[in-house]
């Protein structure tokens, strides 16, 4: 499973710098918990632009990453993997690692040894599940973070969603997924 960070496993405090500033949402541990009990690999795929848009250093953004580390880890989950992209908006579309560019997804796979068809791309933005498609997994649009406003955005102009499911929070996706899967 693919998953976002910001908005999907921590609050999203908008270009965070600070370690202080972590908070997992209630019940994400949980989730990912369940998730890897079903066997999954949890892979973190985030876009981390405030270092391309000189907002924070590369080393603001590693110590907010171990401390996200840290207090998953205190909750009993264990991450396969991060992977981050430090791209600004607006770079070339054929270069670049910004999600929904598939370039990080397919890195995990062969890092992890993962196949991206039949996976799960969990995130509160459509660039965290437009991945799916490219790839051939599942998308999972959760209402955290930026996921409601997003919903309801694509709703308007008129594009219900056929390309993802929609959930509450990662416990709900977590809910979800196992009904898929069985």
Not at 134 to 151: K, M, V
Not at 165 to 175: Q, R
């Amino acid at each position: 499973m693919f998953a976002d960070r910001d908005g999907t496993i921590i609050e999203d405090r908008h270009y965070i710098a600070d370690p202080a500033d972590v908070a997992l949402i209630p019940g994400s541990p949980e989730a990912l918990i369940r998730l890897h009990g079903l066997g999954f690999a949890l892979v973190v795929v985030t876009n981390q632009s405030g270092i391309g848009r000189g907002l924070y250093t590369l080393a603001d953004y590693r110590r907010v990453a171990a401390e996200t580390d840290r207090q998953l880890k205190r909750a009993g989950v264990v991450v396969d993997a991060t992977y981050f992209c430090t791209d600004a908006p607006g770079g070339n579309p054929e270069t670049t690692c910004r999600k929904p560019s598939p370039v990080l997804y397919r890195q995990a796979a062969r890092d992890l040894g993962l196949t991206p068809a039949g996976s799960y791309f969990v995130g509160d933005k459509l660039s965290d599940v437009l991945p799916a498609a490219t790839l051939g997994g599942t998308g999972i649009l959760l209402r955290t973070g930026h996921g409601a406003a997003e919903e309801e955005r694509m709703a308007g102009a008129g594009r219900p969603g056929a390309d993802w499911l929609v959930a509450d929070d990662l416990a709900a996706a977590a809910e979800l997924i196992e009904r898929l899967e069985s």
